[in-house]
């Protein structure tokens, strides 16, 4: 599939006639008309509890956005006929999987349903559509990540990785770590914004669970987009190597304890590495920082180094929760994308209520962690919802964990074999919410 080709695909048959049996309407966005598109920018703010948007924002957003595939439903007989009662926004990135290949993911954004229009089943329509419409097109996994952790499990989305969220007493801490070479400077925002896009693309693709990224991402972490609040706050560093080029990029904002100046909480919005030295040296910058007693971080991976370069670990508070939900269109095509940590073979039978995963697969890895996929009629040894299996599918959550939650069933010893196959390379993450 071409770039933008996702936004031409007709909607959903069956969603469409679900919608109109409520006495709504579902429509494709036109993304070039600014009246409309604007209006459905407005309902997606409703929909998260934000402010409405002014004009220069109303505008950035159109041009970090319009490339979505966009969807609407619609009251033609509300006061507002032209606001949107439900969004989604959707379109094909890039997930990079175990051993460092990619395979296209449909992206699923921007999901709202106003709370005047609720218990309708539109969201089931808006998602299943979505699914459906991904499967036609040959696209073998959809992904999100979630405001909600309760609604997508019903769609057969799972759990793929988790983040960590970090409050750090940095005199406590003491800096332990490595002290790399190189140096780190202060950039303004414009450049930082130009620096992140070929430096993530360097990094996504050895790291499971990371996805292609977008210009208007960049804006947004960098506080560069028009009209946005707080961005004069946001700073700039980068870490670069003896040879000058950049390996790493840090964003962050200070705010003040108004009684004492020596203690302002440091707020890390974003960090990309590419090395380890540039790891260790921005982390080093952000704890030591001047006039700083607490550092706070969110989105950061549940196995982050920092954690051993600080002399008292307790000094860090760290919360884990689910972020990046994944949801297998195609078994094989799916499967036979990533590499494995362990040989051997296992027939699975994948249950999926909307029929597009459903199937028994015989899953066989060679000793190079690759993997040949085919439908089996053999009786299936482990049996498992497409939703664990887009949980294990990177290796964030073990395949023993799901069969002790009873999330996976079979025999203990396929039970093995899955479970050292689905073994993590890599601790799968994703740094930023799409």
Not at 22 to 31: A, F, I, P, S
Not at 231 to 237: C, F, P, Q, W, Y
Not at 320 to 329: C, N
């Given at each position: 599939m071409t770039v933008h080709d996702w936004q031409s695909l007709p909607l959903d048959i069956d969603s469409g006639?679900?919608?109109?049996?409520?006495?709504?309407?579902?429509?494709?966005?036109?993304?070039?008309?600014?009246?409309?598109?604007?209006?459905?920018?407005?309902?997606?703010?409703?929909?998260?509890?934000?402010?409405?948007?002014?004009?220069?924002?109303?505008?950035?957003?159109?041009?970090?956005?319009a490339y979505r595939r966009t969807t609407g439903v619609y009251d033609a007989t509300g006061p507002n006929p032209t606001w949107p009662v439900a969004t989604t926004g959707s379109w094909v990135s890039d997930l990079t999987l175990p051993g460092g290949g990619g395979i296209p993911m449909w992206a699923i954004s921007n999901v709202t349903v106003a709370p005047t229009h609720r218990r309708r089943g539109i969201a089931r329509a808006l998602l299943e559509g979505e699914l459906r419409t991904a499967a036609a097109a040959g696209v073998p996994i959809a992904g999100l990540t979630v405001t909600e952790a309760t609604i997508y499990g019903r769609f057969g989305f799972g759990a793929a990785t988790s983040v960590t969220n970090w409050v750090i007493e940095t005199e406590r801490a003491r800096w332990v770590g490595p002290t790399p070479e190189g140096r780190i400077d202060f950039i303004d925002r414009e450049r930082a914004a130009a620096e992140l896009p070929a430096l993530h693309e360097r990094v996504r693709r050895s790291n499971p669970g990371e996805t292609s990224a977008w210009t208007g991402l960049w804006r947004r972490i960098s506080g560069t987009m028009a009209?946005?609040?707080?961005?004069?706050?946001?700073?700039?560093?980068?870490?670069?190597?003896?040879?000058?080029?950049?390996?790493?990029?840090?964003?962050?904002?200070?705010?003040?304890?108004?009684?004492?100046?020596?203690?302002?909480?440091?707020?890390?919005?974003?960090?990309?590495?590419?090395?380890?030295?540039?790891?260790?040296?921005?982390?080093?910058?952000?704890?030591?920082?001047?006039?700083?007693?607490?550092v706070r971080a969110s989105m950061r991976s549940i196995d982050e180094p920092v954690r051993w370069m600080i002399a008292d670990q307790?000094?860090?508070?760290?919360?884990?929760?689910?972020?990046?939900?994944?949801?297998?269109?195609?078994?094989?095509?799916?499967?036979?994308?990533?590499?494995?940590?362990?040989?051997?073979?296992?027939?699975?039978?994948?249950?999926d209520a909307l029929g597009l995963a459903d199937g028994t697969w015989m899953l066989r890895v060679d000793d190079n962690g690759e993997a040949k996929v085919e439908a089996s009629t053999e009786p299936a040894t482990v049996t498992l919802g497409v939703a664990a299996l887009g949980s294990i599918l990177l290796g964030g959550v073990r395949a023993n964990t799901m069969y002790a939650a009873g999330r996976i069933h079979g025999e203990a010893s396929a039970i093995a074999v899955l479970d050292r196959q689905f073994g993590a390379l890599e601790t799968p993450w994703l740094g930023f919410t799409y």
């Open positions: 006639e679900a919608i109109a049996r409520t006495g709504l309407d579902y429509r494709l966005v036109d993304t070039s008309g600014a009246d409309t598109f604007g209006d459905w920018l407005q309902a997606g703010n409703r929909g998260f509890h934000a402010p409405d948007s002014g004009e220069e924002q109303l505008g950035a957003a159109r041009d970090a956005l009209g946005q609040q707080d961005a004069s706050k946001i700073r700039a560093v980068r870490y670069a190597d003896a040879s000058g080029r950049t390996r790493g990029v840090a964003l962050y904002r200070l705010s003040g304890d108004p009684t004492d100046f020596t203690k302002h909480e440091l707020t890390l919005i974003y960090l990309l590495t590419e090395t380890a030295d540039a790891y260790a040296a921005l982390w080093r910058f952000v704890l030591e920082h001047d006039l700083v007693d607490i307790r000094a860090a508070t760290v919360t884990v929760r689910d972020h990046h939900w994944l949801r297998v269109l195609d078994v094989p095509r799916t499967l036979m994308a990533r590499r494995y940590a362990g040989a051997g073979e296992c027939v699975i039978r994948v249950t």
